[in-house]
């Protein structure tokens, strides 16, 4: 009988004793990176090998809050990354209010926490939706204010890459956005 690499046992060891150490239900953590039930029990058990899936990995790392580098098994993703101020912002208010990433991610819905495991590891934006950028501010106890100017610049963002010339129509953008400020901020 042929025995699994050593790479493999740690690594399968380092996230079952993070879901032990955080008390993380592993229903919970397939449904954070996007997986079945039966391949974390698999991973964790080393019934099968452990990923190399980029984005799987890259999942992984983002809710054990580690750098996907610190698994021998992941290599540089080829996928565009989103990391930008916006997202060191997200990630620095979870930091300032003390939670963890996997309890920041427990603050919502089942349903939403894998998008916010994109969000974070950078390969989605920020959603242009307010309503769903405020559920993220509630839970960070940040204001309407905090998070206005992130919205703007990722709305401005949508306007460009679908066609608008910002620079030709400016003064409309500024008229569109001081409204929607006031509007918002007032809340």
Not at 149 to 178: C, T
Request: overall charge negative.
């Amino acid at each position: 009988m042929k025995s699994k690499p050593i790479i493999e046992t740690m690594t399968s060891e380092k996230v079952g004793k993070f879901l032990e150490k955080n008390q993380l239900h592993k229903k919970d953590f397939a449904e954070m990176i996007g997986v079945t039930l039966s391949y974390v029990y698999n991973l964790i058990d080393n019934t099968i090998p452990f990923s190399t899936r980029t984005t799987t990995l890259e999942r992984i790392a983002t809710v054990m809050d580690v750098s996907p580098e610190e698994f021998d098994e992941y290599k540089i993703s080829q996928e565009p990354v989103l990391i930008d101020e916006t997202i060191d912002f997200l990630k620095d208010s979870i930091k300032q209010k003390g939670l963890s990433v996997v309890n920041f991610l427990k603050s919502f819905p089942r349903k939403k926490r894998l998008e916010l495991v994109d969000i974070l590891r950078g390969a989605t934006p920020i959603p242009i939706d307010f309503k769903e950028l405020s559920m993220i501010a509630q839970v960070l106890d940040l204001s309407n204010a905090d998070i206005y100017p992130l919205w703007e610049k990722r709305m401005r963002q949508v306007l460009e890459i679908n066609g608008m010339n910002a620079s030709s129509n400016d003064i409309l953008l500024n008229k569109m956005f001081d409204c929607a400020k006031k509007h918002i901020i007032s809340e």
